[in-house]
């Protein structure tokens, strides 16, 4: 495993790792503590704060240039964006259920699935993990 590949990165690319990576973290924190506490709340606000970070960083990002210098990965940060949008509304409209699967849905499609297509050779965390160029 070496870092060499996050440095050599641009900003950009390092906000976007940087905030996924916590995002990924506190997650997973609020996700399976009490619901509805002033923790699970300020957990949230800060969740959404990140995944707007990891949304709007991976649209300066144009590694995969399919169609033009945008690639399908861009319409997943789009959908986090609205996801989130989403997310807030049914909580404060207090349609908790929907809140709660729109919040899951964006956690596991948002970050896990997603991430997971980082990890792919030739990416910068294949490389990162690997220590493969």
Request: aromatic content about 14%; charged content about 10%.
């Amino acid at each position: 495993m070496t870092f060499q590949p996050i440095i050599a990165a641009s900003l950009a690319i390092q906000i976007h790792i940087a905030a996924a990576l916590c995002a990924l973290v506190l997650g997973a924190f609020v996700f399976f503590r009490k619901k509805g506490d002033w923790r699970h709340r300020f957990g949230g606000r800060l969740w959404v704060a990140l995944m707007l970070t990891v949304a709007f960083s991976s649209l300066l990002i144009h590694e995969l240039n399919v169609w033009g210098i945008w690639s399908p990965i861009h319409l997943i940060s789009l959908w986090v964006i609205g996801s989130m949008a989403v997310a807030v509304w049914a909580a404060r409209s207090g349609n908790i259920r929907r809140h709660q699967w729109t919040m899951k849905a964006t956690y596991v499609g948002g970050l896990i699935v997603a991430g997971l297509f980082t990890f792919a050779p030739g990416r910068i965390m294949y490389e990162a993990l690997f220590g493969i160029g």
